[in-house]
């Protein structure tokens, strides 16, 4: 099922990268040139200011450094944290600022450690001075919030600029977070796009949110409502409450609930779902608990279909993530005729990407059509914003 997740997140995704590029006035090029290098371990970056920290986006596969770097990222990995920062301490000690950083992270976590402001503090700065760009991040961190120091966002500005133009994208969430809000630096809500714009472009998810949020009310930006809504989906598919709420507010007035075989999808369970795909008369290839997606054969309860998952977050209730219906589709044609059924049904979509994507908000479900002419398949989902999140990196 691992084409099922990066079917459905193509087209949010891809539309941020786009979006990237076209700079928003207000911050030079330069900010642009190099991407954020992967860090030596698994340790996340620094979050939004004042906010718990939002985990990285999970690699399809890890990556290992050479050498001792590589011994300690997979130390930490399997949970050998002591091994880890045994490691991380002796390339410290090398100057090593990227095993800075990730020290400070164990103290700032407390993994495998007691939580120690100071020590945290220590190892960002250190970091920080060494020019590691998550350590410039996570010391400006710790001077916005003001913790073990009095804080200072001018200072935190200054780091955060420092660490995002080399490409970190904590940074330039948090850099854009300062100027959208005037902390440290001249409220200006164009350089704040503009850092959002960039971070988004890495799929970091409280840039999508806040950028889609930009879009559709016009702050810094001209108000763009399809880019407001595919930015937005991005971020809610990444599980950020705030934009599943403001695609919520953005559906249509007076939208019906979405239901299929009977279910209320937005409230489905695995048992109900089941239940009333077996008295559709739906043949199953597949239901197995352990897994998160049941399979289907589709041709006897969806019309022209062949192919369908149903697959649901975790927990004893197991509700209901997301639905994918396959159809052939082996020319241009095809495709078009299917996606006019769609359109039938759920009218204009709300936004979309090329000829290929398509993009309905109800609100608290999406729905989405992808064409891939190179396997002669369109394929609708149906997806629940509030689950779907749950479903990353299961399998």
């Known amino acids: 099922m ?7 997140k193509k087209t949010a995704l891809a539309c941020a990268v786009l979006l990237a590029l076209a700079l928003a006035p207000g911050v030079p090029w330069a900010a642009q040139k190099g991407g954020a290098k992967a860090p030596a371990a698994p340790a996340p970056a620094s979050p939004a200011p004042a906010a718990a920290p939002a985990p990285l986006p999970e690699p399809p596969a890890p990556v290992w450094p050479e050498g001792p770097a590589g011994d300690a990222a997979r ?5 050998d944290i002591a091994r880890a920062r045994a490691i991380w301490e002796k390339l410290a000690e090398e100057g090593d600022g990227q095993a800075m950083n990730n020290l400070g992270v164990l103290y700032d976590q407390g993994q495998g450690v007691e939580p120690d402001v100071g020590r945290a503090l220590h190892w960002f700065a250190k970091a920080a001075e060494a020019g590691n760009a998550s350590g410039m991040s996570n010391y400006g961190r710790m001077l916005e919030q003001g913790r073990g120091m009095e804080a200072n966002p001018a200072e935190a500005a200054r780091w955060f600029d420092l660490a995002a133009r080399q490409g970190q994208p904590e940074a330039q969430y948090n850099l854009g977070f300062l100027y959208e809000h005037g ?5 200006d809500d164009a350089a704040a796009a503009a850092w959002y714009s960039r971070a988004a472009s890495q799929r970091q998810r409280e840039a999508l949110g806040r950028l889609g949020h930009f879009y559709r009310v016009g702050r810094g930006v001209a108000v763009n409502p399809q880019r407001a809504s595919l930015l937005l989906y991005a971020a809610a598919m990444e599980g950020l409450p705030a934009a599943i709420e403001e ?25 109900g779902m089941r239940e009333a795909l077996h008295k559709a008369g739906a043949t199953p290839r597949s239901e197995d608990a352990s897994k998160i997606c049941d399979t289907y054969d589709a041709s006897r309860v969806v019309p022209g279909a062949t192919e369908m998952a149903v697959c649901y977050g975790r927990g004893k209730d197991a509700r209901l993530a997301f639905i994918k219906i396959d159809y ?3 020319d241009k044609a095809q495709a078009e005729a299917i996606l006019k059924m769609v359109e039938g049904r759920f009218g204009t979509p709300a936004a979309g990407e090329g000829e290929d994507s398509r993009l309905w908000n109800l609100g608290s479900t999406l729905v989405a059509t992808q064409y891939a002419p190179t396997h002669g398949q369109m394929s609708l989902m149906y997806m629940v914003p509030a689950v779907y999140h749950e479903t990353r990196g299961a399998r």
Not at 2 to 8: A, E, M, R
Not at 75 to 79: H, I, L, Q, R
Request: proline share 13%; glycine share 12%; charged share 15%.
């Open 328 to 330: 052939p589709a082996p």
């Open 75 to 79: 130390a930490f990995a399997a949970g």
């Open 183 to 187: 902390r440290g630096v001249p409220r």
């Open 2 to 8: 691992n084409g099922v997740f990066s079917l459905i």
């Open 247 to 271: 695609l919520r507010l953005m559906a249509p007035e007076g939208q019906p609930p979405a239901v299929l075989f009977g279910q209320k999808l937005d409230t489905a369970t695995r048992a």
